[in-house]
T-cell receptor, first 112, second 109 residues
Framework: DVKVTQSSRYLVKRTGEKVFLECVQDMDHENMFWYRQDPGLGLRLIYFSYDVKMKEKGDIPEGYSVSREKKERFSLILESASTNQTSMYLC???????????FGDGTRLSIL | ELKVEQNPLFLSMQEGKNYTIYCNYSTTSDRLYWYRQDPGKSLESLFVLLSNGAVKQEGRLMASLDTKARLSTLHITAAVHDLSATYFCAVDLHDKLIFGTGTRLQVFP
């Protein structure tokens, strides 16, 4: 079974802080994704990566950056957190583009 | 821009009844996924539909894909309480997934 581990289930930070969300997978998958989930909006893609040191913008990249230094780890960075970034953040991985994505448990982030 | 619309957004149904959730999308795609999410939990893959006319069934759930109509359906047969969850469809667009807003299903006795 694929295991996708997100570093925190719940996180509270203050406006202006730099925030790191970590995601680690144990199945040697090339493809990794970061989404945010908000009520009534479904999941929206922030960034994704198809290989180490490779990143692509998703649909809502503003205010975020990512890092992929190792194949198994994909980090989402909020450079200067703002209250409108309060959300549930989900990491996902897949080995092939026509296979379902496997999701982590999510990080519920609150920015005060 | 690809838009994915699910309806209904909320569905309250009695145990034993049948119902269908609809997923419409606006741009050509021949790959569609259905996921389930329980409250406070992550998303679990239910079905992968990879071609026009594809039909998949698992227990009381059956999913189908009509790429010409840009429509997928998730049919629930004889609903039971354990099916209460939020269901998402997701359309593949150039190897990225575009998710619908989700259908929150509640099954009551």
């Amino acid at each position: 079974d694929v295991k996708v581990t997100q570093s925190s289930r719940y996180l509270v930070k203050r406006t202006g802080e730099k925030v790191f969300l970590e995601c680690v997978q144990d199945m040697d998958h090339e493809n990794m994704f970061w989404y945010r989930q908000d009520p009534g909006l479904g999941l929206r893609l922030i960034y994704f990566s198809y290989d180490v040191k490779m990143k692509e913008k998703g649909d809502i990249p503003e205010g975020y950056s990512v890092s992929r230094e190792k194949k198994e780890r994909f980090s989402l960075i909020l450079e200067s957190a703002s209250t409108n970034q309060t959300s549930m953040y989900l990491c996902a991985t897949t080995i092939l583009s026509n296979q379902p994505q496997h999701f982590g448990d999510g990080t519920r982030l609150s920015i005060l | 821009e690809l838009k994915v619309e699910q309806n209904p957004l909320f569905l309250s149904m009695q145990e034993g009844k049948n119902y269908t959730i609809y997923c419409n999308y606006s741009t050509t795609s021949d790959r569609l996924y259905w996921y389930r999410q329980d409250p406070g939990k992550s998303l679990e893959s239910l079905f992968v539909l990879l071609s026009n006319g594809a039909v998949k069934q698992e227990g009381r759930l059956m999913a189908s894909l009509d790429t010409k109509a840009r429509l997928s359906t998730l049919h629930i047969t004889a609903a039971v309480h354990d099916l209460s969850a939020t269901y998402f469809c997701a359309v593949d667009l150039h190897d990225k997934l575009i998710f619908g807003t989700g259908t929150r299903l509640q099954v009551f006795p």
